[in-house]
């Protein structure tokens, strides 16, 4: 059974930096996609960022220049280096890994980052 498991969420003051990482367990194959999404209380999940295969990224205009992910294919594990952050990216971050079959993506059960004075 394949399982998707987030680590590096915390508390961090505004201005300060985390890093997020998501490591799949159990036979899991032909990811093309990873991404981080995010989901703020009282607010709908949404995207972070996403990386392909072959390393294209994609961020939120809300993020563009101060997140970075990176992937590591033969770790099956993807990256979220967090900096500048504001009060605003306080939510819960959701790790989701897209593939080419059946059940087609997964989705971990999230980290919270909280970020507060």
């Known amino acids: 059974q394949v399982q998707l498991v987030e680590s590096g969420g915390g508390l961090v003051q505004p201005g300060g930096s985390l890093r997020l990482s998501c490591a799949a367990s159990?036979?899991?194959?032909?990811?093309?996609?990873m991404g981080w999404y995010r989901q703020a209380p009282g607010k709908q999940r949404e995207l972070a960022a996403t990386?392909?295969?072959?390393?294209?990224?994609n961020y939120a205009d809300s993020v563009q220049g101060r997140f970075t992910i990176s992937r590591d294919n033969a770790k099956n594990t993807v990256y979220l280096q967090m900096s500048s952050l504001t009060p605003e990216d306080t939510a819960v971050y959701y790790c989701n890994f897209q593939v080419y079959t059946s059940p087609y993506d997964y989705w971990g059960r999230g980290t919270q980052v909280t970020v507060s004075s």
């Open positions: 159990g036979n899991i194959f032909n990811i093309y996609n």
């Open positions: 990386i392909t295969k072959g390393g294209e990224t």
